[in-house]
């Protein structure tokens, strides 16, 4: 059996509830028994009632209206203009709507970038026809020519006429006829 | 169906600022009982309480959930009343309302004059106990006696183990009932 | 993972996964570590009136030219490294050099020099739309000339 001395040590965790079934049982027994151990019992009781209902009396004075203007002179105050302005994005660019609008955004500006990667024949106009920026024929004829049908871009070499017509048979044409 | 501390929490996140009205609302009442506890001073409680929710909203994004708000909130109150406290020991104010006018302020049912007396003996006495005990001992018996938390989540609030926890309140306890035996 | 459970990480993870494949996509557009050359070495003649049907997709870039017949005598695919260079043999004792310079707007410039027993015939930068061609042509062969399409694609 224990003693009011160890019981006593054990009577607030008891009553915080922080005691097992059977600690708890033997605690219980106790006290039914024990005046003395009783009156410690009451005095936690007490002591935690007093606190208790005093303080909850005066919290319920404190009106929800009034606190909350006075954290928001707080927030206005110590928060600061840029932040607030940021606050003011946030509240009308709320998360759920962030949330697709802005991957959303990301998506439509990197499709309208790549377009011309995915749907050939986009960029119509002279963009489609191969330019030719320099050209050295080392003397030789040479006719650039574009094929619009096509869109196709022509280099044609023109060979010295003496030297093809030594070494061809039937010789083709050394020039297409555009 | 009313929103969970959670969703609210969330909400705020997002810039919603009636959602954070709404936390303050649900829990402004025991932030002002746990501080005026702690602070045993009108003026203070409320000050400290206003600024625990001015640092929430302030900090509300890099909550995370890991705890639940209620945990959370508490937590800051107790560190700025701990620290008020600090400051006010290093600073002595000149004397305002004290606990015991503030006990002395409560509105008492009607009852005997000799109970009135001893009661009234009681609250100052109880008042002046509470004063002199640290503030972290202060703390834990406001959070266990106010709010009724558990030790594990006193634990979490003031940084502690479950085993300070309980040594501390039992520390606080006997203090005060040593202190408050012949009244009680 | 209870990380990845906040939408607003949900929405910096989404949207950062966004800018990265962007920024490698547009990476590879704007700076192609190789571009891949192809050559397909064409006979143009008279003597016969045949389009090779290897040559299928081509016969509207190579009507205009007016030979009666095509043929595809060899056809080369070759990576080239952005500012390397690659060789092609071309019938006839003869070479194609090519080398992409740049990549912009979607185009690709290359370098083209043709040889014939070692000796340039033909120096020539063209800007090329990214899986386009263009048409160098005119050197005699076998009867006939050569018609090289040259078509380059960024990688």
Known sequence: MRDCESIRESIGRWLDGELDTAESESIRAHLASCEECRKAQQQLESIDQILKTTLLAEAQQIEFLPFWRGVQVRIAQKTPWHEQALEGLRATFTLSRAAWLVPAGIAVVLAILSLDSYIPGLREGRNSFASVESIDAYGRNVALLRENESKTTVIWLYEDQEEENATADEPAKSAPAF | ?184 | MRLLMNPRNQLRLFSLALILTAGLVGAAEKNPQFVQVTIRTILAENKTDDFDPKLKGMERQLKPLKYRSYRLLKAEDQNVPSQGTRSFEIPGGRSLTVAPQEFQDNRIALKVRLTEREKPVIDTTVKIPNKGNFILGGPPHDGGVLVLSISATAQ
């Open chain 2, 1 to 184: 169906m009313e929103l969970s501390d959670w969703d609210l929490v969330q909400k705020c996140q997002s810039g919603d600022m009636a959602s954070f009205q709404e936390l303050v609302s649900r829990y402004h009442q025991k932030v002002y009982m746990v501080v005026l506890g702690l602070l045993h001073n009108r003026d203070d409680a409320l000050e400290v309480a206003q600024e625990t929710f001015f640092r929430a909203y302030r900090k509300i994004r890099s909550f995370e959930g890991g705890s639940s708000f209620y945990t959370w909130i508490y937590r800051i109150a107790v560190n700025l009343a701990i620290d008020q406290q600090r400051r006010q020991k290093r600073n002595p104010l000149e004397f305002r309302e004290t606990m015991d006018g503030v006990l002395e302020a409560q509105e008492e049912t009607a009852r005997d004059p000799f109970a009135d007396v001893h009661d009234r003996e009681l609250r100052e006495n109880l008042a002046r106990a509470i004063n002199e005990l640290t503030p972290e001992h202060k703390a834990v018996i406001m959070l266990r006696t106010i709010e009724g938390l558990s030790y594990k989540e006193i634990g979490e609030i003031l940084g502690c183990s479950e085993g300070t926890v309980m040594s501390r309140l039992h520390y606080a306890r006997k203090k005060l009932q040593d202190k408050l035996s012949a009244f009680l």
